[in-house]
């Protein structure tokens, strides 16, 4: 069974720039997360679709931080512009039902 | 919602036992936990279930006091490929997880 997928792995951009990552869940996953996880923290919930619906999104900064997922499938994750405080991994995580959760590789973004 | 994991770091010799707690101020659903290793994804471990029983792997087993809204992981003869950075992630409902600040586990020869 594939696991959840992510592109681009690594990316380096400066302050105010825009960048967006995308993710493909496991197969038949209904329940889709993007986490933002900072260098010694642990992940932290920034969006939870379920579906191509909105379940939870009140820790993203909406003021710059986007997310879709079309379809229920893939999803992306987009920040315009971003900022130095921005640095960190980004993953994306699905889960089916009450079950385990499986992450992605997860995207290191490094904001200049 | 953060829950809060205890000790914060860690050091075992191989063969050496451990025991990593997480503890959260809301009723739980369930906890999962997660090992970590730099560079790496999280990996999952084990999910622990309100009303359900211990859970065991080999010689990692977790228990869960759901009166406590308490986790405990129990790492047992430690091995150097146990050696990481472990989550609990504690859900109160609404299928989303929250995650500890992490333990982070060394295992020495």
Same mark, same amino acid.
């Given at each position: 069974e594939?696991g959840v ?5 690594? !990316? ?11 993710c493909?869940p496991i197969s038949g996953h209904a329940t889709l997360y993007w986490y ?7 992940p932290?919930l920034?969006i939870q679709f379920q579906n191509?619906?909105?379940v939870d999104?009140?820790?993203?900064? !909406? ?6 997922r079309? !379809?229920g499938v893939?999803s ?15 993953l994306c995580a699905s889960r089916q039902g009450p079950n385990e959760q499986f992450f992605g ?8 | ?28 659903y369930s906890?999962h936990?997660y ?6 994804a999280p990996?999952f471990?084990?999910i622990?279930l !309100? ?38 992630g504690?859900e109160?409902g609404a299928n989303n997880l929250?995650f ?10």
């Open positions: 594939a997928a992510q592109s681009p792995r690594y !990316k380096i951009i400066e302050k105010r720039q825009s960048v967006a990552f995308w493909n933002q996880q900072i260098l010694g923290q642990g932290k920034l191509n619906g909105v999104d009140s820790q993203l900064p !909406k003021d710059r931080f986007s997310a879709e079309l !379809k893939d992306t994750l987009k920040i315009q512009p971003a900022k130095l405080e921005d640095s960190a991994v980004y590789p997860g995207t290191r973004l490094t904001v200049l | 919602q953060q829950p809060v994991q205890s000790p914060q770091a860690v050091i075992l010799r191989e063969g050496e036992d451990a025991v990593i707690n997480c503890s959260s101020s809301k009723a739980l906890v936990w090992r970590q290793k730099h560079g790496e990996v471990l084990m622990l !309100k009303g359900g029983e211990q859970k065991g792997h080999e010689k990692i087993s977790a228990s869960f006091n759901e009166k406590k809204q308490q986790s405990s992981l129990y790492l047992t003869a430690s091995q150097l490929s146990y050696s990481g950075t472990y989550f609990c504690t109160s929250f500890g600040t992490g333990t982070r586990l060394t295992v020495i020869p």
